[in-house]
C-alpha cells in the first residue's frame, strides 16, 4: 500500500509475543541461545521489522508512508529485559505506561518521565520555532515537581518551602489539566493539535506566572481552583463561545493574582 501512495499505518499487538514466539522456535532448532533464552538475532530481528516504516517518494512523484505502532508487554513491567531494550533501540518514539498511573486512575496512563521522542524537532519546526524548548523546560519542571511529590511523602506539604510547592501544583496541573483526557466525554475523547497547543500555551504562561502567596493553603486553594476551570474547558466544544469565555476568564484570574 505503501508503494501505491498511501499513508499506512500498521498496528502490531504485541511483539512480545511474537519475540516468546521466536525463542520456542530457535529451543527447538537448538540455536544457541542469548539473554534470557531469546536467540542471539533477536535485536536484529526486531530492529528489520520496525526500520521498515518510513517514507518513499514514488516515480510518479506520490509519497507513500508506512508508520509501525507496536506494543510491548514485558513480564512484570519489567523495561530492562531483552525485547524492551531491543525495541527501545530501534523505535523513533516511546510511550511507556505506568501502573502507578493506572492504579491513580489518570488515564490515559503513559508515563511523561518514561516517554520521550527523537521528533520533537522536527514536530517542533511545523507547530513553532519555540515548541521544542518549551517541552524541553516542561518535561524538567514535571520531573522536578514529581521529585518534590516524593520529598512531601516523608516530610509533609508543611515540611517543604512554598516555591517547592509551587512547582509541584504546577506540575501537577499540567498533569491534570492536560495529559489526562476522558474517553468517555465527545469533547475529550480526541483533541486536535490547534488545541493541544493553545492550551500548552495557556499552561507556560501559567508556569512564567510570578505568583506570590502567603502560605500554603492559599497555593493550594488557587491551584485547585485553576485546573477545575481548564478541566472544565476541556469538556467544551473547541472554538464555541463559551470555551472563549472560560479561556478569557483564566488569563483575568492571573493578571489578577499578579497585581
Request: include cysteine.
Amino acid at each position: 500500500y505503501r508503494q501505491m501512495g498511501l499513508d499506512v499505518l500498521l498496528l502490531a499487538d504485541s511483539t512480545s509475543r511474537w519475540a516468546q514466539a521466536m525463542r520456542e522456535m530457535s529451543g527447538r532448532l537448538e540455536e544457541i541461545p542469548g539473554e534470557e533464552a531469546f536467540p542471539a538475532y533477536l535485536a536484529s530481528r526486531i530492529a528489520a521489522f520496525y526500520e521498515r516504516s518510513g517514507m518513499i517518494r514514488l516515480k510518479n512523484g506520490k509519497h507513500g508512508t508506512l508508520t509501525i505502532g507496536g506494543s510491548v508487554s514485558p513480564a512484570g513491567g519489567n523495561f530492562e529485559e531483552p525485547v524492551t531494550q531491543a525495541t527501545l533501540a530501534s523505535v523513533g518514539a516511546f510511550h511507556g505506561l505506568s501502573r502507578l498511573r493506572s492504579d491513580a486512575r489518570r488515564y490515559p496512563a503513559v508515563d511523561p518521565l518514561l516517554s520521550w521522542s527523537k521528533y520533537l524537532d522536527e514536530v517542533g519546526s511545523e507547530i513553532g520555532d519555540d515548541w521544542a524548548a518549551k517541552i524541553k523546560q516542561t518535561y524538567s519542571l514535571l520531573k522536578e515537581g514529581d521529585e518534590i511529590g516524593k520529598r512531601m511523602e516523608v516530610v509533609g506539604e508543611e515540611g517543604i518551602s512554598i516555591p517547592d510547592l509551587l512547582i509541584y501544583l504546577k506540575a501537577y496541573l499540567f498533569d491534570f489539566a492536560y495529559l489526562q483526557q476522558n474517553a468517555f466525554d465527545k469533547q475529550d475523547e480526541y483533541c486536535p493539535l490547534k488545541r493541544q497547543r493553545e492550551l500548552f500555551i495557556l499552561i507556560q504562561q501559567i508556569f512564567d506566572t510570578p505568583f506570590n502567596f502567603d502560605s500554603h493553603d492559599d497555593a493550594r486553594s488557587f491551584f485547585l481552583e485553576l485546573q477545575s476551570q481548564i478541566k472544565n474547558m476541556n469538556f467544551m466544544q473547541y472554538g464555541s463561545e463559551r470555551m472563549q469565555k472560560a479561556f478569557s476568564a483564566i488569563q483575568s484570574k492571573l493578571q489578577v493574582t499578579v497585581q
